[in-house]
């Protein structure tokens, strides 16, 4: 069996990163070696589940939400970091709901590694939504904005 050291340095670095971040979990890897971060996962509130209602059509059916992530004008997060409105505090918005954007246009920057990156609008359209706050972490993948 071959013993494998661990480099508590990384491991510290990566936690703090985690937590300068605001991300739940962090993962790194180099050679064979791989290592994961992640925050205990907590529950703030749990409200009691509702018992099935009985097997009744509704007289009229409720529109069904449609995941931000599934709709087709969703704008992704390309990479994990915390994203900014604009590209310095107290500066005007690149975007808001209602704005005619075009192809290539900045949408939002997220900071990642001290470096800022512009996510830009991969079509022009209107922007129906802005799913996330300024200032705030985001996941690999997490839906951005709506372009319509």
Do not use: C, W
Not at 27 to 36: I, L, Q
Not at 40 to 53: F, H, I, Q, R, S
């Amino acid at each position: 069996m071959a013993k494998t050291t661990i480099d508590s340095e990384a491991i510290r670095a990566l936690a703090e990163l985690l937590h300068d971040t605001g991300l739940n979990e962090i993962e790194y890897e180099s050679g064979s070696m791989r290592v994961r971060v992640a925050k205990a996962a907590t529950v703030v509130a749990a409200a009691p589940l509702a018992a099935p209602a009985p097997h009744a059509a509704p007289a009229t059916a409720a529109p069904v939400a449609m995941d931000p992530a599934d709709h087709p004008g969703a704008v992704k997060a390309p990479m994990v970091g915390v994203v900014y409105h604009s590209n310095e505090p107290g500066a005007a918005a690149f975007i808001k709901v209602g704005d005619k954007v075009t192809e290539g246009q900045t949408l939002v920057l997220i900071e990642a590694m001290k470096t800022f990156n512009p996510v830009r609008a991969p079509r022009g359209g209107t922007i129906s939504a802005i799913l996330v706050d300024d200032a705030t972490p985001v996941e690999y993948g997490e839906p951005l904005v709506i372009i319509e």
